[in-house]
């Protein structure tokens, strides 16, 4: 007789759903084997184990699937520079909320790799991901139109909305490229170079 593991959890009825997350890492793995275009999300939807209908349900289109960690982050980066002190001078409080919210490791680097590989030869990750860059670039524009008592149109804005990506992006293209280092520091020499 078998002695039951206390600690693992037995679950009844339907399986447990399959999480954005998983299907992007599918998305991804196939997207490297095949090609993006080559694949369809009828093949991803067979390798995770779902319907199309259920991958719809997720997402919009086959080229959302690999931003969702990056939405997240968008909403994430709104929500650390609401919360920074009021006291905090604009360019520290930019800082310190992008580096909240980009914990990126070395054991991340591969799927980073392949990530910004697909969306720089990939048309159609090309277009998806000027949509999702602007919504970026416009939290912070937001964030310094509050702090100025301005519009997030307003030329000062834009330009450091615009600027702290293009920043931000140069310090992932380095991390990318090194065989170690930490994103963080890549991203805090980035911003203290774009405040200079």
Known sequence: MTRRDPTRIERRG????????????????????????????????VVASVTSRTFFRRFKTKADVLWHGFDAEVESLRTALAEVDGSVDVRDAIRQAVLQVNGYTV???PELRL????????????????????????????????????????????????????????????????????????????LHILAE
């Open 14 to 45: 339907r399986p447990q759903a399959t999480t954005p997350r998983e299907l992007e890492l599918v998305a991804l793995r196939l997207f490297d084997e095949r090609g993006f275009d080559e694949t369809t999300v009828d093949d991803i939807s």
């Open 107 to 109: 054991e991340d680097l």
């Open 115 to 190: 990530r910004m590989h697909l969306i720089a030869t990939v048309p159609a990750l090309q277009a998806s991901a000027a949509v999702r860059y602007d919504a970026w670039e416009h939290t912070i524009s937001e964030f310094v139109a509050r702090r100025n008592g301005t519009s997030p149109t307003d030329m000062f804005a834009l330009v450091v909305g615009r600027t702290t990506l293009a920043a931000c992006r140069a310090a992932y293209e380095v991390w990318a490229a090194s065989p170690e280092g930490d994103l963080a520091n890549y991203l805090d020499e980035a």
